[in-house]
Structures are given as structure tokens and as C-alpha cells.
């Protein structure tokens, strides 16, 4: 059974910091893919940042890449999420999500889901 328990959300005010993590087990396959979606309350879901567990190039989405940054221990499949300078459009449910591919992760073909935490900046 594949699990994804995730960490490190809360409430901050803008301009303040966060760290999420995230640790995967019992995933069924040998390459893994592993970031974080966000859904902002009324909003679709949407990729934010990932890369794969055993090394190489990450995504960060345009919207985040000079505030937020992603971070690996590829040897305990965790993945953590340093998120600065936060705003309050970065209010939402923060989602670990777990995929065989980057293609997979992005159109969320497959993903394995934690259960979310949630970021609340507040002005």
C-alpha cells in the first residue's frame, strides 16, 4: 500500500516561510516521481513542484520558482517543499502526490495522493 504522509503546513502572514515534507513508502515501482500539487479554495489543482527520487532536474512551476524551492532525500524518498516570501494567493491545500513519471505527475495520470495539508497566509 502506498503511502504519502505529509507535514509542515500552517498559518503565516505574508512574507513569511514554510516547510513542507513529504515521505513515501510501499510505492510498487522502481522510478518515482514525487512533488507537490496546491488547490486554492474554488480552483483546480495544480503542479507546483517535483522531481524524481533517484536525482536529475526538478520542476517548479513559473508562478512559484523564485520564492519556493525543492529538496530531496532520495535515499528515504522524502521530498520537502521550502516555501518563501509567501502570499496570500499561495493559500491552499498542499497535496504530496506520488507518479512513475514526470508526464504522469504533471497530468495527474495515476498519482498517488497524501491528504493534504494546508498553507494559510494571511495579510
Known amino acids: 500500500e502506498v503511502q504519502l504522509v505529509e507535514s509542515g503546513g500552517g498559518s503565516v502572514q505574508v512574507g513569511g516561510s514554510l516547510r513542507l515534507s513529504c515521505t513515501a513508502s510501499?510505492?510498487?515501482?522502481?522510478?518515482?516521481?514525487l512533488g507537490w500539487f496546491r488547490q486554492p479554495p474554488g480552483k483546480e489543482r495544480e503542479g507546483v513542484a517535483g522531481?524524481?527520487?533517484?536525482?536529475?532536474?526538478?520542476f517548479i512551476a513559473d508562478s512559484v520558482k523564485d520564492r519556493f524551492t525543492i529538496s530531496r532525500n532520495n535515499s528515504a524518498n522524502m521530498v520537502y517543499l521550502q516555501m518563501n516570501s509567501l502570499k496570500p494567493e499561495d493559500t491552499a491545500m498542499y497535496y504530496c502526490?506520488?507518479?512513475?513519471?514526470?508526464?504522469?505527475?504533471?497530468?495527474?495520470?495515476?498519482?498517488?495522493w497524501g491528504q493534504g495539508t494546508q498553507v494559510t497566509v494571511s495579510s
Open positions: 510501499g510505492y510498487p515501482y522502481s522510478r518515482l516521481y
Open positions: 522531481g524524481y527520487t533517484a536525482g536529475g532536474g526538478t
Open positions: 502526490a506520488a507518479a512513475p513519471s514526470f508526464n504522469s505527475f504533471l497530468r495527474r495520470d495515476g498519482n498517488y
